[in-house]
């Protein structure tokens, strides 16, 4: 059995570097461009953290859905996000991933991830950023958490919604047709992208 790094995974290994800024109006330093290429991005940034989870030894599922009105969800059985209060943000780890620049578990030393992909850290917040809204529900220490932002910023806080004795994250988000120049997706584009990460993944199972 392959040796999962890091068991701990808490509010203590997301680091904070520097604040959320500009995202919006400089998103092509972020995701390369609006055109339809960096609308399909934003589904990968979020899949990546997914297979991070996965990397890690604790995702094995990920699903991935076009909903009604180009809503994007993406939902994994990983460990979830961390819901503890961050001690430098103040706000849960959870809400501080998605909203501060550079806030996440993938920059080495006591962080929870051995290895990662995607925009290390970036990801989450810039997705959150190009975003009309994202919704983000985490399955974690027998409960369940939902957060709500709207370009950028929180509508509703992290709160515990319910209970569950399964974890991983769920994100639903909808791309800022101000900021974009499409966002319709490729079904195909997706579908391809989403079948080699699964491919070049061991044990994780991508739909």
């Known amino acids: 059995m392959e040796e999962k790094y890091n068991h701990e995974y808490g509010a203590n290994q997301i680091q904070v570097l520097e604040g959320l800024e500009a995202v919006r109006k400089r998103p ?18 979020i899949v990546d953290n997914s297979v991070d989870e996965s990397l890690a030894g604790y995702c ?17 059985n990983g460990r979830g996000i961390p819901v503890d209060v961050h001690a430098k943000t103040h706000i849960s ?12 578990g993938k920059f080495g030393g006591d962080s929870g991830y051995k290895v990662s992909g995607g925009l290390h850290g970036v990801g989450a917040s810039v997705v959150n ?31 515990r919604i319910g209970d569950s ?5 769920k994100v639903r988000f909808l791309a800022d047709s101000q900021i974009f120049e499409t966002t ?15 491919f070049l993944t061991k044990g994780l199972y991508i739909s």
């Open 28 to 45: 092509g330093m972020y995701i390369g461009s609006v055109s339809a290429r960096g609308l399909h991005h934003l589904v990968y940034e």
């Open 93 to 104: 780890a959870a809400e501080t991933v998605y909203t501060v620049l550079h806030a996440g």
């Open 129 to 159: 950023a190009l975003s009309e809204w994202t919704e983000v529900t985490i399955q974690r220490d027998g409960g369940i958490y939902q957060m709500k932002f709207e370009r950028g910023k929180t509508v509703e806080s992290l709160k």
């Open 184 to 198: 319709e997706y490729t079904y195909e584009v997706l579908q391809n992208r989403l079948r080699e990460m699964a």
């Open 165 to 169: 004795d399964k974890t991983g994250t």
């Open 60 to 76: 094995t599922k990920i699903q991935v859905k076009i909903e009604p009105g180009n809503v994007i969800s993406v939902e994994d």
